[in-house]
């Protein structure tokens, strides 16, 4: 039988370390309760532990590529495609962002190429930096919390 992977998709630059994985680590202990892989794009890079909200992830990768290959501007997107063009769906949490996440929005892209169904955890009132029309179009289920999302991911996946 087959095992479902859900890749977990949303803004990284500008967060600390904490705030960039805690929703994937229960998006991730929540899939595995129910038989699904989660990947986390922060999979294997905990030596970026040591980043805190003040500092925040930077947009270039510089500050830190040279940790390790994964790290790298390259490292990131070979990772980052490959995962979001292999899963079965894309599950991206956009909720609070304050501005627009480019790899967030080139994860979309890559996924909906693929025809793999997004769930985009979103605020109901269209009011997230991220709503574009072809953003929104790439879309197929929005959800306005983490816990309905992962019951989307789940019906989807049935």
Known sequence: MKRYTVYLAGPISGLGYAAATDWRA???????????????????????????ADVGFSETCEDYAQLSALSTQRGVMDRDRFDATRCDVLLVNLLGATKVSVGTVMEIAWADQKRTPIIALIEADRSNVHEHAMVNEAIGFRAPSLEEGLHLVRSILA
């Open 26 to 52: 229960s998006a991730i202990d929540w899939l595995e309760q129910h038989g699904i892989q989660g990947l986390s794009p922060l999979r294997a890079k905990d030596y970026l532990s040591h980043i805190t």
